[in-house]
């Protein structure tokens, strides 16, 4: 059974950081990209945040939180991570893990970024 199971997230200052974590676990986790997406609201369409290679050694952001997030991966752990600093107010949505192309999404984990 493919699962992805997304954690870490929580309520925050503006400023503050968070490491987000999905394990996966039903699939070869090592042969897939992967990617963190978010959704801000409900009725929105989710958003690509960072994609990682399989192997770690690429990664890609979305112009929103380059600079300020990063995306790695232990595929000895089937982890991936997505490390957010300098959070702001906008930075808030469910966040989800993604095998690209598998089709495979987690529950979410949900980032409340306010004062």
């Known amino acids: 059974q493919v699962q992805l199971v997304e954690s870490g997230g929580g309520l925050v200052q503006p400023g503050g950081s968070l490491r987000l974590s999905c394990v996966a676990s039903?699939?070869?986790?090592?042969?897939?990209?992967m990617n963190w997406y978010r959704r801000q609201g409900s009725g929105k369409g989710r958003e690509l945040v960072a994609?990682?290679?399989?192997?770690?050694?690429?990664?890609d952001y979305a112009d929103s939180v380059k600079g300020r997030f990063t995306i790695s991966r232990d595929n000895a752990k089937k982890t991936l991570y997505l490390q957010m600093n300098s959070l702001k107010t906008e930075d808030t949505a469910v966040y989800y893990c993604?095998?690209?192309?598998?089709?495979?999404w987690g529950q979410g984990t949900q980032v409340t970024v306010s004062s």
């Open positions: 993604n095998a690209a192309g598998a089709g495979f």
């Open positions: 039903g699939f070869t986790f090592s042969i897939y990209a």
């Open positions: 994609t990682i290679t399989s192997a770690g050694g690429s990664t």
